[in-house]
């Protein structure tokens, strides 16, 4: 007797595209109005099950020295220990634990978010990952953002 093991679903890895991503924020700014910046240097990747999307990885790093919010002045006091400390903390970084899909179908990734020292688990909504399609160039590429809400007091 032969037992043959069904073949499993390709998995494949898709690295961050640092052209054509970005981590934005926003924050409440003296409690009048927001300002929104973003972490323009960011790497990871995804490794993306095909059969089943909840088994899927994702890791990424962000250069907190790449943050901008359009004012000079303001990108280097968050800069300073007064916030993201860049000189001793020069990375924020995620790695998911669990992949999830809600009662709605969307993807609920949740992972350890490091950021100033401190590691916590957070919780992404996320749209995509997108089918993938190749540009004008040939190269074949997904999309998908993902958006979280998070407490700065609690990653100080």
Do not use: C, Y
Not at 4 to 33: G, N, Q, R, Y
Not at 38 to 51: R, V
Not at 76 to 96: G, M, N, R
């Amino acid at each position: 007797m032969t037992t043959l093991a069904t073949p499993k679903a390709p998995t494949t890895t898709w690295t961050i595209d640092p052209v054509h991503s970005v981590a934005e924020f926003k924050v409440k700014h003296m409690m009048i109005s927001n300002v929104k910046g973003q972490f323009t240097a960011l790497q990871g990747a995804l490794t993306l099950d095909e059969a089943d999307v909840t088994q899927s990885k994702i890791e990424a790093t962000i250069d907190a020295n790449s943050i901008h919010t359009r004012d000079h002045q303001r990108d280097a006091h968050l800069k300073s220990p007064d916030f993201f400390d860049v000189e001793h903390f020069p990375t924020l970084s995620f790695v998911s634990t669990k992949v999830a899909r809600d009662a709605n179908g969307e993807l609920a990734v949740t992972g350890d978010l490091t950021m100033h020292g401190v590691t916590r688990p957070v919780t992404f909504t996320v749209e995509g990952p997108t089918a993938a399609h190749k540009d004008p160039w040939g190269n074949v590429k997904i999309g998908a953002s993902a958006t979280t809400v998070i407490h700065r007091k609690d990653l100080a």
